[in-house]
């Protein structure tokens, strides 16, 4: 049974808006991962702050780092808030085409108390940047008043599946409140937790974005079915991911660059459908295809676009 109390924060202190004023619309506009004619103009900073998570998917591993390898959850370094703001600072100060600030890791933003006191600094600091997050949802209803004090306006939160009977093949377990929690049980938490969180973010005015990890054999005949849940509860983008195989599903075949196009194709009636994104590492910067966290100075130097 679920903890009624774990959603009582999302409904009492996210403002309700159906209205994207001027500012909402130039952040749009600027994020590259929500806009696609931004992708070549504006950048993004991710903080690599919160190692911590609170789920553990079965095609995710995050215990090495290689400098070419970019994926979700891969990092060369761990930052302190402290450390993150003045990377902020600096990276601004030489890439001004840099726009958004994103937590998207190693772990779970959510996870991390960290995450929080970063946003707060960078958002005193540099109140024009965009602060953006990344999720897996579990801790999204009570976490997002929060949220949206420290002024966070885009949100990416993963959704694998809908139906928990496809959710408990792709989570090995979670831990929620405490506890850890296996199979149908987890899946369930899970799905209930993700749906009331992206509801309420949508309503708290927040602009949000779902990545879906496609995988073979698992999921692939249902992301239609996210997609039409997705348009119901309001969010703006859709990115449909290919499958990395490694961990428990490293003997699933990835799909091929056809079969991925061809479901976001099926999508797109439904949800508008990201198909620039490039898998960022959780310390990536720059314009998305030009990762400058791991470049030569004189490469970066090249890179000093301004807009």
Known sequence: MLDEKNNKGAEECCPKSDERDGEFTRKIAEHPCYDKSAQHKYGRIHLPVAPVCNVQCNFCVRDFDCVNESRPGVTSQLLTPQKA??????????HPFIKVVGIAGPGDPLANDE??????????????????????????????PELVRLG???LTVTVNAIDPEIMEKIYSHIVYDGKILNGIEAAKVMHKKQMDG????????????????????INDDHIIDIAKKMKELGVYIMNVMPLIN??????????????RAAIQKECEPYVTQMKHCRQC???????????????????????????
């Open 85 to 94: 703001l003045e990377k902020v600072r600096d990276v601004v100060a030489k």
């Open 115 to 144: 995450t929080f006191e970063t946003f707060e600094l960078v958002g005193k600091e540099f109140p024009e940047l965009t602060l953006c997050m990344s999720t897996n949802g579990l801790y999204l209803p009570e976490k997002l």
């Open 152 to 154: 966070v306006s885009t």
């Open 198 to 217: 992206i509801k309420a973010a949508v309503e708290a005015g927040l602009v949000v974005k779902i990545n879906t990890v496609l995988i073979p054999t």
């Open 246 to 259: 490694q961990g428990a599903f490293a003997h699933i075949t990835p799909p091929t660059t056809k079969e």
């Open 281 to 307: 590492r959780a310390d990536a910067y720059g314009l998305i295809g030009e990762d400058l966290s791991h470049v030569s100075d004189k490469r970066r130097k090249l890179l000093q676009v301004k807009i």
